[in-house]
Nanobody, 124 residues
Framework: QVQLVESGGGLVQAGGSLRLSCAAS????????MGWFRQAPGKEREFVAG????????NYADSVKGRFTISRDNAKRTVYLQMNSLKSEDTAFYYC?????????????????WGQGTQVTVSS
C-alpha cells in the first residue's frame, strides 16, 4: 500500500533551521506532484509548498516564500522541505501529500495520499 513517512521535525529556536523529509513507497513517485501542508492547533490545514513531478514547477505559500525551499529526489522517492529563519508562527504539525495533477495545487482537497505528519515547534 501507499506510504508517505515524514521525518525531521523537532524543537528549534526562532531563527533556526530544520529539514523535513518525506519518504514514499507503494507508488510510482516520479508521477506524483508532492506537497507540504501544516496544521496548528485549532486551525485548518494550510498549504506550505508544492513541487511538480520533475521538480520544475514550485509553489509556495506567501508566508514561507524566501524562507522555505521544497525539493525532491525521484531516485530516492523522497521530497524535502528546507525551513530557514523559522518563526514561532511556523509551529505546527507538518504533512506531506501526493497528487496526480501536473502542477502543485494549494488545497488539501486536491491531494489523495497523506503521511502521518511530523511536529515542528519553534520557540521564541
Amino acid at each position: 500500500q501507499v506510504q508517505l513517512v515524514e521525518s525531521g521535525g523537532g524543537l528549534v529556536q526562532a531563527g533556526g533551521s530544520l529539514r523535513l523529509s518525506c519518504a514514499a513507497s507503494g507508488l510510482t513517485f516520479s508521477t506524483y506532484t508532492m506537497g507540504w501542508f501544516r496544521q496548528a492547533p485549532g486551525k485548518e490545514r494550510e498549504f506550505v509548498a508544492g513541487i511538480s513531478r520533475s521538480g520544475t514547477v514550485l509553489n509556495y505559500a506567501d508566508s514561507v516564500k524566501g524562507r522555505f525551499t521544497i525539493s525532491r529526489d525521484n531516485a530516492k522517492r523522497t521530497v524535502y522541505l528546507q525551513m530557514n529563519s523559522l518563526k514561532s508562527e511556523d509551529t505546527a504539525f507538518y504533512y506531506c501529500a501526493a497528487d496526480l495533477r501536473f502542477t502543485p495545487k494549494d488545497s488539501p482537497k486536491d491531494y489523495f495520499y497523506w503521511g502521518q505528519g511530523t511536529q515542528v515547534t519553534v520557540s521564541s
